[in-house]
């Protein structure tokens, strides 16, 4: 059932455990990941850039599918339909789209702006029945376009977005979007754990979660991580699922170049990818 992240979230805090976001790209990444969220009793979160729902031919398409497809599969396990970094204006065609939770990323605007258009964009997200996310101190590598060099936000800043209503935080730690490269220092838990201590009981999600070593997980978890963001990871087991199909020449075998047959072992992968996350992450058998 489509529903906003709030609850979902607040129950992961409480719970010491964290409910995955994994980006879709098309029916076959988000029938994979619905149909493992369902088989391991699992919530949770659809992920999607503002690129990917132009590649998809709009967020109304996008809607429509995910409403679809919960319907079609019989998905019964919590779902949240949930715009991934999303601009002031993004925001707004996701609600009337019919998204069920929307990130708002204005961390690379002045704190006070960022301010000004999350407040606002809270009492609209609310009004209909939306979680919202925002963000302080950009994520590092690049996503859509948007590059963050990987700052660690400012304690008191993430504060002061969290006063405005929101109903989590993003707040960059040292992760990265992409690949972690071999100096990559990790996670900054110090600044992690000064952020919960400024917002309280505020789900805390962690962008970036691909390569990042388990135990850095559970401890972030634990300092009141509830959200973790995978979707590099899901990409690159595709693309070698995929890779191997055709290197093979399986896809020359019978009618192998079928799409459903030619894109089967790629989905199969993301399936073993969101498994994984689930695991690790603490969500199965929480919905």
Not at 126 to 152: F, N, P, Q, R, T
Request: proline share 3%.
């Amino acid at each position: 059932m489509l529903v906003s992240a709030t609850e979902m979230l607040k129950k992961a805090k409480e719970g010491h455990y964290a409910v995955g976001q994994f980006n879709i790209n098309n029916l076959e990444w988000t029938k994979a990941i619905l149909a493992t969220a369902q088989e391991l009793n699992s919530p949770v979160i659809l992920g999607v850039s503002e690129g990917a729902g132009k590649y998809m031919t709009g967020f109304k398409t996008v809607a429509a599918m995910v409403k679809a497809m919960i319907e079609e599969m019989n998905i019964t396990v919590p779902v949240a339909l949930h715009l991934d970094h999303g601009t002031y204006d993004g925001c707004y065609k996701c609600i009337k789209a019919g998204f069920s939770s929307i990130m708002f990323d204005g961390s690379h605007y002045p704190i006070e702006e960022n301010v000004e258009k999350t407040k606002e964009l809270v009492k609209v997200a609310h009004a209909m029945g939306l979680s919202i996310e925002a963000e302080v101190g950009s994520i590092g590598g690049e996503e859509d376009g948007v590059v963050g060099m990987g700052e660690c936000a400012d304690p008191d800043e993430c504060k002061a977005i969290a006063d405005l209503g929101i109903d989590f935080l993003a707040a960059g730690i040292g992760n990265i979007h992409g690949k972690y490269p071999a100096n990559w220092q990790g996670l900054s838990f110090e600044t992690l754990d000064k952020i919960q201590a400024k917002t309280g009981d505020m789900p805390l999600v962690l962008h970036g979660g691909t390569g990042i070593p388990a135990d850095m997980i559970k401890k972030a978890i634990d300092l009141g991580v509830a959200k973790i963001n995978v979707n590099t990871e899901c990409q690159l087991s595709f693309a070698a699922a995929t890779r191997e199909y055709i290197e093979a020449g399986k896809d020359q075998q019978g009618k192998g170049y079928d799409p459903r047959k030619l894109l089967a072992p790629g989905a199969a992968a993301i399936k073993e990818t969101v498994k994984e996350k689930m695991e690790l992450f603490g969500s199965v058998g929480k919905a």
